[in-house]
């Protein structure tokens, strides 16, 4: 059975401090690996998908690596706005259903 | 172009009744899928639908059911609701069956007392 678990659960950073979020996982056989954005009351907003280990994507302030068996989140100089749950998924090569993660809540204080 | 849209976006409604949650996906899209998110965990999968028809279906009772209309919308529907039916419910659309990304609407928020 796939599984995704997400550390730290919650964090809190000052503006400008950079740091990383960690997705884990198990699957067998990935089709891919999905990070998603939260804003509270809202739908999750799609990020990267990443397929295979050692792939990279970069959004702004946002960069995704991906292993064979955990995934990064960095958040480089991060603002305000930035705060927000952020999800990771996966996929496997059998099912058509995204497996979630329990999110990270982050906070960016100015 | 409009993204998924859901309606009602919020509803509140008494144990034991029935309740429909409404789609539409991102014109172009095939493939709706609906998730079921409490709060404080991430999104849990319920149904996907393609081509009008079930193609995959997570772990929820039998009181839990959807269908897709020949353009592509869909709707969830929720018999003799507990308690613990309470979350946000989540749309999501791919291009097509296998589509590798899916883009969520902003959910359905049910509340039952």
Redesign the interface.
Request: hydrophobic letters at 25%; zero cysteines.
């Given at each position: 059975e796939d599984q995704v678990t997400q550390s730290p659960e919650a964090l809190r950073l000052q503006e400008g401090e950079s740091s990383s979020l960690n997705c884990s996982y198990t699957v067998s056989g990935l089709r891919g690996l999905f990070w998603y954005r939260q804003d509270p009351g809202k739908g999750p907003e799609f990020l990267f998908t990443l397929y295979s280990a050692g792939e990279e994507k970069e959004k702004e302030r946002l960069k995704a690596t991906l292993t064979k068996k955990e995934s990064f989140l960095h958040i480089t100089a991060p603002k305000p706005e930035d705060s927000a749950t952020y999800l990771c998924a996966v996929r496997d090569n059998y099912g058509q259903n995204f497996v979630f993660g329990p999110g990270t809540r982050l906070s960016v204080l100015p | 172009d409009a993204g998924?849209t859901?309606s009602p976006t919020h509803l509140i409604k008494t144990r034991g009744q029935h309740v429909t949650l409404r789609c539409s996906p991102i014109s172009g899209h095939k493939s709706v899928?609906w998730?079921q998110q409490v709060l404080?965990?991430?999104?849990?999968?319920i149904f996907?639908y393609y081509e009008k028809e079930e193609?995959?279906r997570?772990n929820f009772p039998d009181r839990f059911s959807a269908r897709q209309f020949p353009n592509y919308s869909s709707e969830l529907n929720v018999n003799a609701l507990l308690l613990g039916d309470s979350a946000l419910y989540?749309c999501a659309s791919s291009l097509e069956?296998?589509g590798?990304?899916?883009?969520?609407?902003?959910?359905s928020?049910l509340t039952v007392v």
């Open positions: - | 998924v859901q899928s998730y404080g965990q991430g999104p849990q999968f996907q193609r995959g997570g989540l069956f296998s590798n990304t899916i883009y969520f609407g902003e959910g928020w």
